[in-house]
Each structure stands twice: as structure tokens, then as C-alpha cells.
């Protein structure tokens, strides 16, 4: 059983009202009833003032004239009709003429309303605590999974665990997804059918990889990747439909690995909790799935599937960063910085919401452009430096917690301070739509690192810089939390 997927919510997008459309009116005399002299009588009314006075209130909470370009746009006015009815030559010329002429009214700040992008603090631990719990199963199982014979430099076993991870998390960071885009949509049957149809399916495939991949003296191997694999479905389906505390539970028997750290436990016993806890999460599972599978399969239509492969290749890259951290001098090392990763999964979750919540906020009080970049830009520093704050602490931590573990030195600090910011960064851009740049970066500093393994330092720095770049270019607009 692997802890290091983690599984991301989409953003829930809130449209715009739609500009109320102005009632039908004679070419020529806007404004004037059919058979009234133009020449007798008031001037005819300026057809920008009844278009100020329609959107007047949309526009005064605008910061940047795009905004009410996007809002003309998105209301179906074409650079004719604009130039016809309104004198300007398109709609970000109409919109600077609004932007100056309404007076900046933003309304004080509400309470952020309940949803995927708001979450309390506590529940985020807890979904770290169950990403890295999993991890105690390696410590249980490492007796029994050691091959006669490794390949490619790497122990015996190691192959058909990591390709039966590996697909896992490719699989169900699609699905789950998926699953969330049904939430999104307010339709909970349907995120429960797409689980019931994609979990078992995701679980077969990582068995049949680990299988495929594994050597003749690898079997033990390969059956505790098939374990791994129908575990990461179970903990899919449970986190996807907010069950933590039951997943919780369920990860309960784990806990007999803590003895494990110190003294021999006998064999049986160590495959006795390692079933315990995977019988468990199934069984969890499958209640929670029970309703869906009396309404039936899930129906045709909905959020395209193709939607949801950017997120799996996502998973496959942040996957493989999380994999080469802990590829260490020792195996006490390594498994320290995967712990430390996969438990900084909660504090980072709760400051993506964070720094959506401050956006939101400076959004609705800030007047002008330059003073939201300014805001937004000192909130990212802020986020993305108590996150990595909290990774020094936790791999400090586990440093002092796992016996005979050694002081990581500087360059595998640094490096994995540089893995931390490519992973936060990208669930970042990922949660803002951004998810295609985020995962060719992670693959490419993925793949640099599995062909040339001293490179990763380099790879990891040329990743958190690009990732840093885009998170500027593209979060700092305001039109980037509005729609």
C-alpha cells in the first residue's frame, strides 16, 4: 500500500450574471419609440449611458477593464454591433470607457461560502495523515517482499511495486477527477457510479502490471503490489466522497508497525495487520458505493473523459518527483523524505485554500490591477514559504522519530525543499485549470531525473522556476479568479 497519491479537487466555478439585454429598438433612434421625431423635442439618450446604467453594478466591482470586456464578450456583443450602437471600436475600448465612467464600489468581505476550495485546517491533517499512513505497510511488509535478484540497480522486488504504483496513481488521479467534476455538478449518484465502474477497474489494471513485470523470485512482490493497487482504489473512492475518518480507521492496524521499528515481529502476524487494514478499506468502500450500485451504471453524457487525462499525466509526473525523493543514500533516508512529502500533503492542501480565500478577499476590496498583483503576489511568497517551513519541520521530524536515521545533508534538503515548491506549484495551477502546464513540467523533471539521477537538483530547480513563472504570469490577473 503506497501514501503518496494524492488526490486534488477541481475548482467550482461561479458565473457571472449575464448582462440584461436592452428591449428592441428602431435603427438609427435608440432609445425612441417607433414614429417620433428626432428633431422635436430632448436629444436622443446616449446609448453608453442605458449601457452604464444595465451594468453598472457588475462593472464597479471590476479591477481591470478585461473584466468587463469578458462580461460584454460573454453577452454575445460583436466588434460590430459595438462600433454600430456605440461608437468604439471594439469591446475593450467600450470596456476602459465603463471602467472610467462607474466609480469603484467593491462590497465587504463575505464569509467564504462552504465548498472544494474551503476547508478547515483539521480536515486537511487528517487527509495527510491518511496519505502517509499507508507507508507503515512497506515497514510490515519488507520481510516478505525481498527478491533473490534485483534488476536495473534497484532490490529485489522493487520493479512490480513501483509499476503497480505508479499506474495506480496515473489512474486514480484521472478518476478521481472525474468523480469531482460530478460533485461539482451538484450530482453525488453520478460521482458514486464513476467510482463504482473506475475503482475495480484501476485495481486490475495495477495488479496486471505488477504481475507483468514481475520476475520469477519477485511473486511476493507482485501479490503486495496487487494489494497496494486495490488499496489505492478503496482510499480513492473514500476521499473523493469525503470519508477520511473512515479510511481513518480502517488504517488503524498499521499502527503494529510502530513495534516493527525495533524488533522482529513474526511473519504471520505482519501479514495479518497488512490484511487487516486492506479488508477494511474495501469493505468501507463498498458500503459507501452500495447506493450507487442499486441505481445502476452510470449514464452517458456529462463532463468529457478527456478532460480528466491531463490530471492522470499530472499524477504520473508529481508520482515520479515523490519516488526519486526517495531514491536516498539509505533506506532510512529515502523513506523519511517520502514521509515527509506525503504528510506535507495536509498543510499544503489547507494553504491552496488559504491563498484562494486572500485572492478572493483583496478581489473584492483592492481598487486597481497593480494592487491586486501586489497583494496576490505577497500572499503566493507566504503560502508557498509556510509550506515549505512545515517540510523542513516534518523531515526533521521524522529524522528524530525513525531510529538510526541520518541528518539529511544540505544537498538532499535543498533538493527536496525544490521537489516540495514543483509539487505545491503545480496543485496550485492544477486547482486553477492549469493542470496540461503543470504536468508536462513535473514529466519532463521526472524524466531528467530518471535518465541522468545526478542531475536532480537541476532538473528539480528548472522545474520550481518555470512552474514559478507561470504561477506570476497566470494567478496574479484578476480575470484568473473571476471566472
Known amino acids: 500500500m503506497s501514501g503518496s497519491l494524492w488526490l486534488r479537487r477541481p475548482t467550482t466555478h461561479t458565473p457571472l450574471p449575464a448582462i440584461p439585454r436592452p428591449r428592441a429598438e428602431t435603427p438609427g433612434a435608440p432609445g425612441r419609440p417607433p414614429?417620433?421625431?428626432?428633431?422635436?423635442?430632448?436629444?436622443?439618450?446616449?446609448?453608453?449611458?442605458?449601457?452604464?446604467?444595465?451594468?453598472?453594478?457588475?462593472?464597479?466591482?471590476?479591477?481591470?477593464?478585461?473584466?468587463?470586456?469578458?462580461?460584454?464578450?460573454?453577452?454575445?456583443?460583436?466588434?460590430?454591433?459595438?462600433?454600430?450602437?456605440?461608437?468604439?471600436?471594439?469591446?475593450?475600448?467600450?470596456?476602459?470607457?465603463?471602467?472610467?465612467?462607474?466609480?469603484?464600489?467593491?462590497?465587504?468581505?463575505?464569509?467564504?461560502?462552504?465548498?472544494?476550495?474551503?476547508?478547515?485546517?483539521?480536515?486537511?491533517?487528517?487527509?495527510?495523515?491518511?496519505?502517509?499512513?499507508?507507508?507503515?505497510?512497506?515497514?510490515?511488509?519488507?520481510?516478505?517482499?525481498?527478491?533473490?535478484?534485483?534488476?536495473?540497480?534497484?532490490p529485489g522486488g522493487t520493479v512490480p511495486l513501483l509499476a503497480g504504483a505508479v499506474t495506480g496513481w496515473v489512474w486514480n488521479q484521472a478518476l478521481s477527477h472525474r468523480a469531482y467534476t460530478w460533485l461539482g455538478l451538484g450530482d453525488r449518484p453520478a460521482a458514486a457510479r464513476t467510482l463504482l465502474l473506475g475503482a475495480p477497474t484501476g485495481a486490475l489494471a495495477g495488479t496486471a502490471v505488477a504481475l507483468a513485470t514481475a520476475a520469477p523470485g519477485e511473486i511476493p512482490a507482485a501479490l503486495f503490489a496487487a494489494g497496494q493497487s486495490l488499496y489505492l482504489a478503496a482510499a480513492t473512492v473514500l476521499l473523493v466522497l469525503g470519508r477520511e475518518r473512515a479510511l481513518l480507521c480502517a488504517l488503524v492496524p498499521l499502527a503494529g508497525a510502530v513495534p516493527a521499528f525495533r524488533w522482529d515481529l513474526p511473519d504471520p502476524l505482519r501479514a495479518a495487520l497488512l490484511l487487516a487494514a486492506l479488508t477494511a478499506s474495501t469493505v468501507f468502500a463498498a458500503l459507501v458505493l452500495r447506493p450507487g450500485a442499486r441505481r445502476g451504471a452510470a449514464g452517458r453524457g456529462g463532463p468529457p473523459r478527456a478532460a480528466s487525462f491531463p490530471y492522470g499525466l499530472f499524477g504520473l509526473g508529481s508520482g515520479l518527483l515523490?519516488?526519486?525523493?526517495?531514491?536516498?543514500?539509505?533506506?532510512?533516508?529515502?523513506?523519511?523524505?517520502?514521509?515527509?512529502?506525503?504528510?506535507?500533503?495536509?498543510?499544503?492542501?489547507?494553504?491552496?485554500?488559504?491563498?484562494?480565500?486572500?485572492?478572493?478577499?483583496?478581489?473584492?476590496?483592492?481598487?486597481?490591477?497593480?494592487?491586486?498583483?501586489?497583494?496576490?503576489?505577497?500572499t503566493l511568497v507566504l503560502c508557498l514559504g509556510g509550506y515549505l517551513t512545515v517540510l523542513v519541520g516534518l523531515t526533521l521530524a521524522a529524522t528524530l522519530a525513525w531510529p538510526g536515521a541520518p541528518w539529511p545533508a544540505l544537498p538532499r534538503l535543498v533538493t527536496l525543499l525544490l521537489i516540495g515548491t514543483v509539487l505545491w506549484l503545480g496543485l496550485l495551477l492544477q486547482a486553477f485549470g492549469a493542470v496540461l502546464s503543470a504536468a508536462a513540467v513535473c514529466l519532463l523533471a521526472a524524466a531528467a531525473q530518471t535518465a541522468e539521477p545526478a542531475a536532480g537538483p537541476v532538473a528539480a530547480g528548472g522545474a520550481a522556476a518555470v512552474l514559478a513563472v507561470l504561477t506570476c504570469v497566470l494567478l496574479v490577473r484578476p480575470t484568473a479568479h473571476r471566472v
Open 35 to 154: 414614429g417620433s421625431n428626432p428633431a422635436v423635442g430632448d436629444l436622443a439618450p446616449d446609448p453608453l449611458d442605458r449601457l452604464t446604467e444595465r451594468i453598472g453594478g457588475l462593472a464597479a466591482v471590476a479591477v481591470h477593464p478585461d473584466e468587463i470586456a469578458a462580461l460584454l464578450e460573454s453577452d454575445g456583443m460583436t466588434d460590430d454591433h459595438i462600433r454600430l450602437t456605440y461608437g468604439r471600436a471594439d469591446s475593450f475600448e467600450l470596456a476602459e470607457d465603463l471602467y472610467a465612467r462607474v466609480e469603484r464600489r467593491h462590497p465587504a468581505p463575505e464569509a467564504p461560502p462552504a465548498g472544494p476550495w474551503h476547508s478547515g485546517l483539521a480536515g486537511c491533517l487528517l487527509r495527510g495523515l491518511v496519505f502517509a499512513l499507508p507507508g507503515l505497510a512497506y515497514v510490515l511488509a519488507s520481510p516478505l517482499l525481498a527478491g533473490e535478484h534485483g534488476r536495473f540497480g534497484l
Open 322 to 378: 515523490v519516488l526519486h525523493a526517495g531514491v536516498g543514500d539509505t533506506l532510512v533516508s529515502g523513506a523519511g523524505a517520502v514521509m515527509a512529502l506525503t504528510l506535507s500533503m495536509g498543510p499544503a492542501e489547507w494553504l491552496l485554500h488559504r491563498f484562494r480565500g486572500e485572492s478572493l478577499t483583496r478581489l473584492r476590496t483592492l481598487t486597481t490591477a497593480r494592487e491586486f498583483r501586489r497583494a496576490v503576489t505577497g
